[in-house]
């Protein structure tokens, strides 16, 4: 998968969690760098919404 493709992913999966929000709506945060440890869309966009404060232990994320 690239990069462009894998960050769709993410921006999908932020959308899914954080009820239609863009992982461009959130502050920046190194995707490139987790893309290349191979960390998955998912986690990316948990880690994403974290960093912005997002509460998503309070939505059953980060158990």
Same mark, same amino acid.
């Given at each position: 998968?690239?990069? @462009? /493709?894998?960050?769709?992913?993410?921006? /999908?999966?932020?959308?899914?969690?954080?009820?239609?929000?863009?992982?461009?709506?959130?502050?920046d945060?190194?995707?490139?760098?987790?893309?290349? &440890?191979? /960390?998955? &869309?998912?986690?990316? &966009? @948990? @880690?994403?919404?974290?960093?912005?404060?997002?509460?998503? /232990? @309070?939505?059953?994320?980060?158990?």
């Amino acid at each position: 998968m690239s990069f @462009e /493709e894998w960050m769709q992913a993410v921006d /999908e999966t932020v959308g899914m969690i954080a009820f239609g929000l863009s992982v461009y709506d959130l502050p920046d945060i190194d995707f490139r760098s987790l893309y290349d &440890a191979g /960390e998955t &869309a998912q986690t990316a &966009a @948990e @880690e994403a919404l974290a960093y912005a404060d997002f509460p998503l /232990e @309070e939505l059953g994320f980060l158990d």
